[in-house]
């Protein structure tokens, strides 16, 4: 049998993966699941993100998750 000692020392150490968890109990969605979504961009924003793209190696979709993430 765990001690209540280790069971605290365990949900402490992984609070975020039980949050997620218990979200996905309910939700039945996983916060890193990805979902297709249509946007309409100005040209010379897609010039510059397919730019960054090329350089980066990275696609289009990821540059923007990790912009709006740094701005949230």
């Given amino acids: 049998m765990i001690s ?6 365990i949900k402490k150490k992984y609070n975020d993966i039980f ?4 979200d996905y109990d309910k939700t039945h969605k996983l916060p890193f699941q990805r ?10 924003i ?4 397919t730019e960054l793209s ?3 190696g ?3 979709s990821r ?7 740094k701005v949230a």
Avoid at 19 to 22: D, F, K, S, T, Y
């Fill in 4 to 9: 209540k000692q280790r069971i605290e020392k």
């Fill in 19 to 22: 949050v997620i968890l218990e």
């Fill in 35 to 44: 979902k297709r979504l249509d946007i309409t961009l100005s040209l010379r």
């Fill in 46 to 49: 897609i010039k510059i993100l």
């Fill in 54 to 56: 090329k350089k980066t």
């Fill in 58 to 60: 990275k696609p289009v």
């Fill in 63 to 69: 540059i923007i998750e990790e912009m709006v993430s």
